[in-house]
Nanobody, 123 residues
Framework: VQLQASGGGLVQAGGSLRLSCSCT??????????MGWFRQAPGKEREFVAA????????YYSDSVKGRFTISRDYAKNTVYLEMNSVKPDDTAVYYC???????????????WGQGTQVTVSS
């Protein structure tokens, strides 16, 4: 399984950014697990941001991003998106894509991690 994240960059506070994460695997079923995003700011532990089930019909958010970020999933493309709106300097972090069972996502121990993508929010 390979998770390829993209879309990070520099954005001003109040602005928007969209992250993407594509899942590729020789056998499809693995990508039918929950896909989500975590982030890690300098000097802080990695934290859960958002997740979506296999078709994006069920979503989960941390309280810190609820109402500002939207996770969506394109099942046909094996891709999950994170639309980040009204970003704040506190959103600055390396964002990581993840894939795994919901129980593993909830505990921050997904079966698979993607490489991180840096998001920097300037004030």
């Amino acid at each position: 399984v390979q998770l390829q994240a993209s879309g990070g960059g520099l954005v001003q506070a109040g602005g928007s950014l969209r992250l993407s994460c594509s899942c590729t695997v020789s056998g499809r079923p693995f990508c039918d697990s929950v896909m989500g995003w975590f982030r890690q700011a300098p000097g802080k532990e990695r934290e859960f941001v958002a997740a979506a089930n296999w078709n994006g019909g069920t979503t989960y958010y941390s309280d810190s991003v609820k109402g500002r970020f939207t996770i969506s999933r394109d099942y046909a493309k094996n891709t999950v998106y994170l639309e980040m709106n009204s970003v704040k300097p506190d959103d600055t972090a390396v964002y990581y894509c993840a894939l795994g069972a919901l129980s593993r996502i909830r505990t921050g121990t997904p079966q698979y991690w993607g490489q991180g993508t840096q998001v920097t929010v300037s004030s």
